[in-house]
């Protein structure tokens, strides 16, 4: 049930990776396919191509402090409590 519990716990910081790779995949696609669109300004010197990479750099900041957080929060407290259970499994090696 450890590894079970350990490997389910894993599967939404997953969820979140694909969205964060997503997320910089679309800009990457956008600036190649539409680089016309990207550089509509839209406020001063601020164009739409530099606003995406500033909500980039956002959303990557905040799904790294989330995942420190959820790490500890979750996935350490559960690692502690079944190390005693990791270390007789490597014994059987």
């Known amino acids: 049930m450890t590894l079970r519990e350990l490997r389910a716990a894993r599967r939404r910081p997953a969820r979140v990776a694909v969205a964060v790779v997503g997320a910089q995949m679309a800009g990457v696609v956008l600036a190649n396919e539409a680089p016309g669109l990207m550089a509509v300004s839209w406020a001063g010197p601020l164009n739409l191509g530099l606003t995406l990479v500033l909500v980039q750099v ?14 500890r929060n979750s996935l350490d407290p559960m690692a502690a409590r079944h190390s005693a259970s990791f270390t007789q499994l490597e014994s059987h090696r």
């Open 58 to 71: 956002v959303i990557t900041g905040s799904a790294v402090l989330w995942y420190t957080r959820y790490a």
